[in-house]
């Protein structure tokens, strides 16, 4: 009775371990690169140094303005909705390769604003205004569309006003494109993948990190972003089907619009 009951309980102790193991190895890399990052500063200019490195390379404001748009999202939904069918890990190993892609062509077509052919070259920093225009209409859409929600729901009236939202609009595609139960780990990851992709394909996420990267780093800024993919992408999946009861898309609207806004008027006075 003891061998048979320590051999059943052990194979469903391994599930979570594996997929502990694996984020926590993740968390490791991005650890082990910012310590890195930060003593190589710190040598150069002092601990304060840091901080304005960051702050300079466009890292704080990708990572700002990804992790907080990013949360409640389509993209959210999508993957908080996978990882309640399927493993985890490959969960978000396929939506951060696609978000991570995805980040990296963003920021490629930033910097083409900041190649401008030398016969079309003027003294206005073409970019700089690109970036603005940008980040500033993408503040007062989300502003706009966050006055335009009901600000008091209850209960009952909540799925009401959730049909047209990010959440349903999340359900509907992985009930399309997800017919069948997937079964191979490559099956997963492939569906992971390409549903956050195509989801994210012209998000205000995808065009504000084009801003930015028109602005600012290249490497701040992808680096910035996918730290903000990864942090907004695990809180979906270890509890995005509990916090959707509980996030405010009016609330979120708000704050995200306003960010855009200030980073908006930080990159026309050259704070960062």
């Known amino acids: 009775m003891a061998d048979g009951s320590t051999s059943g309980t052990s194979p469903k102790s391994e599930k979570p371990l594996s997929g502990v193991r694996y984020q926590l190895s993740i968390a ?4 082990i ?34 992790s ?36 990296i062509l963003s ?18 920093p073409i970019g700089e205004y690109t970036a603005v225009a940008l980040l500033t209409f993408f503040g007062l859409k989300s502003i706009k569309d966050a006055w335009e929600l009901p600000s008091d729901v209850s209960n009952g009236d909540k799925k009401e006003t959730t049909e ?19 079964t191979s780990p490559l099956e997963i990851l492939w569906e992971s993948f390409s549903l956050v992709f195509f989801a994210e394909w012209g998000d205000r996420s995808m065009l504000a990190t084009i801003a930015l990267g028109a602005a ?27 916090l959707a009861n509980y996030i405010s898309e009016k609330l ?18 050259g704070v960062f």
Do not use: C, N
Not at 73 to 102: C, E, H, N, P
Not at 107 to 124: E, N
Not at 216 to 242: D, E, K, M, N, R
């Open 216 to 242: 600012q780093s290249p490497w701040g800024v992808a680096s910035g972003a996918i730290a903000g993919h990864l942090i907004a992408t695990s809180i979906a999946i270890l509890g995005g089907a509990f």
């Open 28 to 31: 490791g890399v991005l650890l």
């Open 164 to 182: 047209l939202g990010e959440l349903v609009e999340a359900e509907e595609l992985v009930k399309e494109k997800v017919a069948k139960k997937l």
């Open 252 to 269: 979120v609207g708000f704050l995200g619009g306003v960010l855009f806004l200030i980073f908006a008027a930080a990159t026309l006075l």
């Open 68 to 103: 907080v748009s990013e949360i409640g999202d389509k993209t959210f939904f999508i993957a908080a909705l996978l990882a309640m069918q399927y493993k985890r890990a490959l969960v978000l190993l396929g939506s951060m390769g696609a978000l991570s892609l995805m980040t």
């Open 107 to 124: 920021v490629i077509i930033g910097r083409i604003f900041q190649s401008v052919p030398a016969q079309f070259q003027t003294t206005l």
């Open 33 to 66: 690169s910012m310590l890195a990052f930060s003593l190589i500063v710190t040598l150069k200019g002092g601990p304060s140094a840091v901080i304005d490195a960051l702050a300079k390379s466009g890292f704080t404001a990708a990572f700002t303005l990804i």
